[in-house]
């Protein structure tokens, strides 16, 4: 592994802008994308269960795997429940050669939090501590928490105190996704609760939730330290760009089928390059979907993609897709 320089959160510019963490989206290849579109963006894993991780589950080491020179810094995120697992996974990714560490307190998916991992730990705060000190026990590295406002509800005197546990066991920075995990995504994300926490804490505050454009992000950051982007970058990894162009006082030009056509190219190429084609193919065929969604005619061409089975078959349709929508 090649050396790199120690990370710190404290140490990067502001405003933040960083890549969330999505099991099934933010696999190496689309990474390296996004930091080809805006290199200034913070990239974290897919989150990845601590015992796949620690039984070397190959579909584990995958979603932890990152290229050295295109990728940094690279955050891996962990979620599990138990702590000597924890400070174990911390000593394994520290091997691994990762930049910093980041704790899933907020998964909602019910299968996650079925099994008291994600956003249940919210409930538990005297085990969400002793995760988060065996994690810093087990590696030298910053070590952050992902988590939301609350599970069933907002409280805010349980949500102040809990964020601040976080800070006082440790933890280098704090992203809080507006919605309780009750909500999952649904209805509008809450940042009046992020903006008062980040009035009462040292460490680094991130938000999250909603945000879909760079006017977006520039009337949300408000006195935080950055912004985390989600589901908006399904089919559209190119609104880092917006909104870095929106920090930066700058105008962004939507792009065209044909602009974005190079780069929707590129990903096809580096997730049959990381995964061979046949995997890579198939976990393409969720991006290629979004990344035509509204253009005319986009449901007849999204049911050929979707059912796309190698890269010369996906580069047709994309053509021929791009012909139809040229000549119109």
Same mark, same amino acid.
């Given at each position: ?15 933040? @802008? ?65 702590? /000597? ?187 049959? /390059? ?8 198939? /976990? ?10 509204? @253009? ?33």
């Amino acid at each position: 592994m090649p050396s790199k320089k120690s990370f710190s959160w404290d140490a990067l510019p502001r405003p933040i @802008i960083a890549l969330a963490p999505m099991s099934g989206y933010t696999d190496s290849p689309f990474r390296q994308l996004v930091k080809e579109i805006c290199p200034s963006v913070v990239c974290f894993t897919e989150f990845t269960n601590i015992e796949g991780l620690l039984h070397a589950n190959a579909g584990s080491l995958r979603q932890i795997s990152f290229h050295s020179e295109k990728e940094r810094p690279i955050i891996a995120q962990l979620f599990g429940n138990k702590p /000597e697992r924890f400070k174990k996974a911390a000593e394994a990714l520290t091997a691994i050669g990762v930049d910093a560490i980041d704790l899933n307190m907020g998964c909602p998916a019910r299968k996650v939090v079925s099994a008291d991992h994600g956003s249940a730990l919210l409930k538990n705060c005297a085990l969400s501590q002793e995760i988060i000190k065996a994690t810093i026990e087990g590696a030298p590295l910053p070590v952050s928490v992902k988590m939301r406002i609350g599970t069933t509800k907002y409280d805010p005197d349980y949500f102040f105190k809990f964020a601040k546990s976080v800070e006082d066991c440790g933890a280098k920075l704090i992203t809080i996704h507006g919605r309780t995990a009750k909500q999952m995504y649904t209805g509008e994300a809450d940042w009046e609760p992020i903006y008062e926490l980040k009035k009462i804490l040292k460490i680094p505050v991130i938000g999250n939730g909603d945000i879909r454009s760079g006017s977006d992000a520039v009337n949300k950051i408000k006195n935080l330290d950055g912004i985390m982007v989600g589901r908006a970058t399904f089919g559209n990894p190119w609104i880092f760009a917006e909104i870095k162009a929106a920090f930066d006082g700058k105008k962004f030009k939507p792009l065209s089928l044909k602009e974005k056509l190079p780069t929707i190219l590129r990903h096809l190429d580096l997730s049959c /390059e990381f995964k061979g084609e046949k995997w890579g193919i198939l /976990e393409m065929r969720k991006h290629l979907a979004w990344y035509i969604r509204g @253009i005319p005619h986009a449901s007849e061409f999204r049911r050929k993609l979707v059912n796309v089975n190698s890269k010369d078959e996906a580069v047709a349709i994309l053509s021929t897709l791009l012909r139809q929508v040229s000549e119109e």
